[in-house]
Structure formats: C-alpha cells, structure tokens
C-alpha cells in the first residue's frame, strides 16, 4: 500500500512537471538540452507528458480495480506497443515536427541566439539559486532580462 501511495505520489508529480514543461512554466528540462557540446539532444516535451499521464493513469487503476485484471490490461498494452517500437520511433522522426512542440520562449531563444551562446545560458543557469530560477520561471520577461545581461557578459 505504501509502495503504490509513493508511486502514484511521483507520478503525479512527474505529470505536473511535465505539464509546466509543455505550457512554459518550468524551463529546467529544455534549458538542460542546450549543456551537452557537439549537436544539440532532441527534447520532447509532448512525448514526456504523454509517457507521464498515462504511468499515472496506469497507475491510478489499481486503486480502482482488481490488481491482477490492472497488470493483464498492462500486458495487452505493452506487448503490442514492444512489438511495434520499430514503427513507433519510425513515426516519431517522421513527424518530429509534431513531437517537438515547445514553448514560445524555446523558439525565441532559438531566434536570438546561437548554439554557443546557449550553452552558456544553460551553464548560468546552474549556478543561479533555486528561488530565483523559481521567479524566472514564472515570469517570462525577467527571464528575458536575465538573458539579455548573461548575453552581454559573455560577448567577445
């Protein structure tokens, strides 16, 4: 009982990040994507909030129903999906366009900057405290603001 409190506990937390990730409240995980050096790593938002929500469905079910009828239902669902995984990614890159759906503040950050000075914004980002990465969260034109002044620090 305790093991399935904290697992729906974590998976409603996971999808309301998710959410904040996809609406542009939370900027954490997309920020996190610009770091690594060479190309950047392809991010979904909408692939996560859709693998969240349905763990916490899935989940949710088994307060609801009889377990055993809950894990054959996960069997009918995961088999198939495990067989067509070849045309899922498949799909997935085809319209990835689709997949990669992010906040407006993603593409204007795309606009504005470069791939290096990106990284340099996801590396300052880091070292800001967790309250005030709270407040550029919420409020997109301080985060601007901030922007602006890590761009005017690191021009050569």
């Known amino acids: 009982m305790i093991l399935l409190l904290s697992l729906t506990i974590i998976t409603f937390a996971m999808t309301v990040r998710a959410l904040f990730v996809v609406v542009g409240g939370y900027k954490d995980p997309l920020l996190a994507t610009f770091e690594q050096y060479g190309e950047e790593q392809i ?3 909408i692939l996560m909030l859709i ?9 949710v079910l088994y307060w609801y129903i009889d377990p055993a009828v809950v894990f054959g239902i996960g069997l009918l669902i995961l088999i198939p999906l495990a067989g067509s995984f070849h045309f899922i990614v498949a799909f997935v890159r085809k319209y990835d366009h689709i997949m990669r759906m992010y906040p407006r503040w993603y593409y204007q950050l795309i606009q504005m900057t470069d791939r290096e000075e990106r990284r340099r914004i996801a590396y300052m980002w880091l070292f800001l405290p967790p309250s005030t990465r709270m407040i550029y ?9 901030w922007v602006e002044q890590v761009l005017m620090t690191v021009a050569q």
Do not use: D, G
């Not at 693998?51 to 989940?59: E, Q």
């Not at 969260?137 to 603001?145: D, E, V």
């Open 43 to 45: 991010f979904s938002p």
């Open 51 to 59: 693998a969240w929500s349905a763990s916490f469905v899935y989940i």
């Open 137 to 145: 969260n919420s409020n997109n034109t301080l985060f601007w603001q």
